[in-house]
Nanobody, 116 residues
C-alpha cells in the first residue's frame, strides 16, 4: 500500500483546510484509516480514525472541528479541518492498517500551519 497525502498549507486561525490521502496497491475497503500529527518537538499523536465500516473516532482536541471521511471509489480518505487554531500547526500524516494482516502503512506527511 502506498499513501499520498496532500492539502496542507498556511491558513489563518479560524480558517479551514481539507487534507486528502490517496491509497494505492491494496483493497481500500480492508484498510482502517487515520490521521495523525506531529508538532515540532512533540510526539506524534492521533487526530482521527475511521474503520472500514465507517465508525469514526477523534482526539478531544479536534472533536467538533475536524471530520474524517473515506471514499472507497476514489480510494481516498479526507480530513476536513474547520475552526483551525495555531495549536493545530503540525505535520499531518495519514495511516492505513490492513485489518486482515494488521500491517500498517504511513503517508509522507503534509504540513499545516495556522497563523494567529
Amino acid at each position: 500500500v502506498q499513501l499520498q497525502a496532500s492539502g496542507g498549507g498556511l491558513v489563518q486561525a479560524g480558517g479551514s483546510l481539507r487534507l486528502s490521502c490517496a491509497a494505492s496497491g491494496s483493497a481500500f475497503s480492508l484498510l482502517a484509516k487515520g490521521w495523525y500529527r506531529q508538532a515540532p518537538g512533540q510526539e506524534r499523536e492521533l487526530v482521527a480514525t475511521i474503520t472500514n465500516g465507517g465508525s469514526t473516532n477523534y482526539a478531544d482536541s479536534v472533536e467538533g472541528r475536524f471530520t474524517i471521511s473515506g471514499d472507497n471509489a476514489k480510494r481516498t480518505v479526507y480530513l476536513q479541518m474547520n475552526s483551525l487554531k495555531p495549536e493545530d500547526t503540525a505535520v499531518y500524516y495519514c495511516k492505513a492498517v490492513n485489518t486482515v494482516t494488521l500491517r500498517a502503512y504511513w503517508g509522507q506527511g503534509t504540513l499545516v500551519t495556522v497563523s494567529s
